[in-house]
């Protein structure tokens, strides 16, 4: 075999000659043989993260240049000892930043290892399903509706087959493919032969065989499209960027007015320069984006330890803001398992009220309309070498079924292991059915209600039917139409206009038992304050009696159909949705525009699809949640991927999301309750004429110790709160639990701490015993109420404060590096401290409890306004 170019430009039989192929594909051996030579199917991943730039865009931040400013104060100084602490500060604060940046950079390219594209190829003449990253060129595959193109392939037969190029030509509009020969010239637009990789099926199925893979597609030679993808941050991300520069920028005002008032008394400018610089440290949270970008990421692994894949870290914070889930029915609250119960030829729908059953036998009539059924299914065999009773089908739960009920009652099911198709038309959620081909005959299989108005039926015998239908539904079952139209010319083609005067020729009905934990999971929801919607393309009666099943009271006048829907202008539908529980008999364009206006009602609305017709709404939504089962650009508009197709999944992930959020909140007032300490302090003893009880170094010192540890360890904190509340303040990360405990708090404890200052100073404490006390005070008191902020909202003796293993270490080590800098020497000689006297050890405690008090009561405050 040889690498080929210009495919577009050879005859099939050139094209199979230089690949070494047939139409029956390649055998597995050979396979083999050529992923060892030319690699696996592959694009240019994004490229792994630097290791090096990203240690040296630690150093990028407006703050590490105050600290490196104040390495360069010290050094031209001659401060040795100051210089080698600011700069241990520095190299600590980028090794920590690295760490924890690289490992959630990375934690999304773990995710996506859970979801596996497929793709159908055919090796020794059997269809089956593969990995596509293990398509080698000379392979046949098999295109189909909503599936995603896995490598560069030639045409060898279509069937209605158009693609959507966009991601690679820019083309708004789908192509239609052919087999024709083209000149070597044409462009890649112009390659109608060619199915590219990463192009969509957006209508029919071909066959076709690869030519190009990984590295060598069209897409794959476009480094700018596939190898250069850019980083980009969160909105949580931005929004903490931009307030963390809008707090430096107001920090700097008031350190310029420190810096002005010490010269003015008289201070050394250098010595200021250095206070004010530490001042603007201390005042500004610089572990805040580190810290919130690895409460995302840990949240995103929780949640695929879950079986629900987040394809990008703000999809984990907006799913603990959700208000309203839009959920289908088939595979998330149902098994996905579809059962068929019964064949009704139209004879028995308009002449009989006796059902019959499956489990009865079926009859000559039955077994014909069965078997029309057959043709329609596009279903694959996995192990079509075993005996056709071993035989696992790979397609829809009901397609599968209709093959699995052919094999039992001995119609022919051969040709399923064929890649030949009788298929002209596969199902789609626009058309609602599927059309087969078999001697002169086009077979429909598809919604009753579609074929019903388009059948040839008298007005007596549309109404009986569907009045049958309506009270099939209302049981719970799932209704499939059958029809015939015969073939009227000798076009190869098939055209929608086609489709009128259909033969009806009867239904069959499948029952898909509900998933057993799904009653449980919507009462978790519920008790969140969140609203669910069940939005799905289903007939009334079937949403109703799934309700019924879920033990979930719909009224009749909270039921609303796709009809309906389309009926009533955005206006009315504002109006009416808010009270709606079921949209019924909906397109993927209703479920758009539902949620479209349920977000204009102030709602953070979570989708459910697995459609090709569902990317808009999935894009659109705030959560976009795509079956694992669902097609390939589903999955790819999706923020959250269900990988077992459960909706317990959703419940679970929305437990993570709230998981999440609260964990933001208490990173931020953590970190932010502090921050004007240092400005409330300097500044307050420059005012009233007080001896400054900090240096820089001191000021530094504490900040590295108290910010950077404890802030990265709540991002492994339990949803103590349980945030299962309603209510617009759900949504916000600035909640009034964080405004009053951020600004309130820390505003007071600022204050407070200059008032313990100024109270020992004007007692007449010695100085240094006095500055001594305070640095103890002041490094300490954030370190105790970080047990407090485990909770904003229960009374800190509510919870175990300890079973938070990381942060109580993390406090135990900063603990004990504030008792090393107090006791030995050495210490105390680097950050000019004086010998902590015994008698202040109670006075300490006392502060501390203080400070508890202080955060508790505010709690309790809270608690009493909710309630």
């Known amino acids: 075999m040889q690498k080929i170019k210009q495919a577009w430009s050879l005859s099939l039989p050139e094209v199979f000659d230089l690949l070494k192929t047939s139409e029956k594909g390649i055998t597995e051996k050979e396979a083999e043989d050529r992923i060892s030579q030319y690699g696996k199917n592959v694009f240019h991943g994004k490229g792994k993260t630097n290791p090096i730039l990203l240690f040296l865009k630690q150093f990028l931040s407006p703050l590490i240049f105050l600290l490196l400013g104040s390495v360069t104060l010290t050094a031209v100084l001659h401060e040795w000892l100051d210089m080698s602490v600011i700069l241990f500060a520095v190299i600590l604060n980028a090794v920590l930043g690295f760490f924890h940046e690289y490992n959630a950079e990375n934690t999304l390219d773990k995710l996506k290892t859970y979801i596996k594209d497929r793709a159908r190829v055919i090796r020794n003449g059997i269809e089956q399903e593969i990995d596509s990253e293990l398509i080698v060129q000379g392979d046949v595959i098999k295109l189909s509706y909503g599936s995603r193109v896995p490598a560069d392939a030639r045409i060898l037969s279509v069937n209605n087959f158009r693609v959507d190029e966009a991601i690679l030509t820019g083309e708004a509009l789908p192509v239609e493919k052919n087999e024709e020969v083209l000149n070597i010239s044409a462009l890649v637009a112009e390659r109608k032969n060619i199915a590219h990789a990463g192009t969509l099926v957006v209508q029919g199925y071909a066959i076709a065989v690869v030519v190009a893979t990984g590295n060598d597609t069209e897409i794959g030679q476009i480094a ?36 002005f008032l010490g010269i003015i008394r008289g201070e050394s400018f250098i010595e200021m320069l250095l206070l004010s610089s530490a001042v603007a440290i201390g005042a500004v949270p610089e572990s805040l984006p580190i810290a919130l970008t690895v409460i995302l990421a840990i949240g995103s692994l929780r949640i695929a330890k879950k079986r629900g894949v987040v394809r990008q870290l703000s999809a984990s914070e907006t799913l603990g803001s959700t208000t309203l889930i839009m959920t289908d029915k088939t595979g998330t609250l149902t098994l996905a398992d579809m059962k068929l119960t019964g064949i009704y030829g139209t004879h028995h729908l308009l002449n009989s009220s006796d059902p019959l059953k499956q489990e009865q036998g079926f009859t000559g009539e039955q077994k014909s309309l069965l078997e029309l059924a057959l043709r329609n299914v596009d279903v694959s065999v996995e192990n079509p070498n075993e005996d056709k009773e071993k035989w696992s089908f790979k397609g829809r739960a009901f397609e599968v079924n209709i093959a699995k009920a052919c094999r039992l009652h001995n119609i022919p099911i051969n040709f399923l292991s064929s890649p030949v198709s009788h298929l002209v038309l596969p199902f789609n959620s626009t058309n609602k059915f599927s059309v087969a081909l078999k001697d002169e005959v086009y077979t429909l299989m598809g919604a009753p209600d579609i074929l019903l108005k388009k059948s040839n039926l008298s007005k007596e015998e549309y109404l ?396 309790y405050v809270l608690r009493k306004r909710t309630i």
Not at 237 to 248: H, M, P, S, T, Y
Request: aromatic content about 10%.
């Open 224 to 259: 700018g499209i596939v190898s250069k993808t850019n980083k980009t941050k969160t909105p949580l991300q931005k929004g903490v960027d931009r307030l963390a520069w809008l707090i430096f920028f107001v920090v700097m005002i008031i350190v310029s007015f420190i810096l």
């Open 464 to 859: 009986k039917i569907e009045d049958w239908i309506e009270k099939e539904s209302r049981e719970g079952k799932r209704i499939i139409g059958m029809g015939r139209i015969e073939k009227k010319h000798s076009r190869k083609d098939f055209s929608i206009s086609e489709v009128e005067n259909i033969e009806f020729l009867g239904m069959l009905t499948f029952v898909d038992p509900i998933r057993p934990e799904v009653p449980k999971a919507i009462l978790n929801i519920e008790l969140h304050g969140i609203k669910m919607v069940l939005v799905t393309g289903d007939l009334v009666g079937t949403a109703l009696s799934v309700a019924k099943d879920l033990n979930w009271h719909v009224k009749e006048d909270e039921v609303l159909s796709g009809g309906d829907v389309r009926a009533l202008s955005d206006e009315e539908l504002v109006e009416i949705i808010p009270k709606i529980k079921i949209f019924a008999r909906v397109t993927p364009e209703d479920k758009l525009r539902i949620g479209k206006l349920y977000q204009k009602l102030g709602e953070i609305v979570a989708m459910t699809g697995d459609g090709v017709n569902d990317a808009p709404a999935l894009k659109a939504a705030d959560i976009g949640i795509s079956l694992g089962s669902g097609s390939d650009v589903a999955k790819s508009a999706a923020d959250l991927v269900l990988l077992d197709d459960n909706f317990e999944t959703i419940s679970l992930a929305i437990d993570e999301g709230r998981k999440i959020l609260g964990n933001i909140r208490k990173t931020f007032v953590y970190l932010m309750s502090n921050s004007l300490d240092e400005v409330f302090i300097i500044g307050g003893s420059l005012i009233f004429s007080l001896p400054i009880p900090l240096t820089a170094l001191q000021i530094i010192w504490v900040n590295l110790f108290t910010g950077s540890l404890p802030s990265l360890a709540f991002a492994f904190d339990q949803d103590i709160d349980g945030e299962r509340f309603a209510g617009k303040e759900l949504k916000l990360i600035f909640s009034k639990e964080v405004k009053l405990l951020t600004f309130g708090i820390g505003v007071l404890s600022s204050v407070l701490l200059f008032v313990l200052y100024y109270f020992m100073i004007k007692i007449g404490l010695e100085l240094s015993v006095a500055r001594s006390i305070f640095f103890v005070c002041f490094s300490s008191y954030i370190l105790i109420i970080a047990f407090s902020f485990r909770s904003l909202r229960l009374p800190i003796f509510s919870y175990n404060i300890f079973s938070n293993k990381k942060l109580t270490w993390s406090i135990v080590i900063a603990t004990t590096l504030l008792t090393l800098t107090m006791t030995i020497p050495f210490m105390r000689d680097v950050f000019k401290i004086a010998k902590l006297p015994l008698w202040a050890i109670p006075f300490i405690f006392l502060w501390l409890v203080l400070n508890v008090i202080l955060v508790e009561g505010a709690k």
